[in-house]
Nanobody, 116 residues
Framework: QVQLVESGGGLVQPGGSLRLSCAAS????????MGWYRQAPGKERERVAS????????VYADSVKGRFTISRDSAQNMLSLQMNTLKPEDTAIYYC?????????WGQGTQVTVSS
């Protein structure tokens, strides 16, 4: 079982940047497709980015394309999400998980708030 801990969230002004990190423990996720998900208040959780183990198959949601960059360091069991040009609608709790997501692997997430 993979245990995931997200960090790096915070309060940022529109147009700002944040870098989220996800540390995995329990077992290596090196062969899994990994993704970043987010859930805004009153909305369903959505996947915003995913990356396969080769790092060649990367997919972004249209809403973040061109602004977010997902990366992984399988040797360190780390997943990252660089978020630039943040918008108020990016406000949400951000989670990492496998793709498809495993219910037992959801962590606490990290809150991102974009507001002036």
């Amino acid at each position: 079982q993979v245990q995931l801990v997200e960090s790096g969230g915070g309060l940022v002004q529109p147009g700002g940047s944040l870098r989220l990190s996800c540390a995995a423990s329990g077992r290596s996720f090196s062969t899994y497709i990994m993704g970043w998900y987010r859930q805004a208040p009153g909305k369903e959780r959505e996947r915003v980015a995913s990356i396969d183990w080769t790092k060649r198959d990367i997919v972004y949601a249209d809403s973040v394309k061109g602004r977010f960059t997902i990366s992984r360091d399988s040797a360190q069991n780390m997943l990252s999400l660089q978020m630039n040009t943040l918008k108020p609608e990016d406000t949400a709790i951000y989670y990492c998980n496998t793709v498809p997501a495993r219910n037992e692997s959801w962590g606490q997430g990290t809150q991102v708030t974009v507001s002036s």
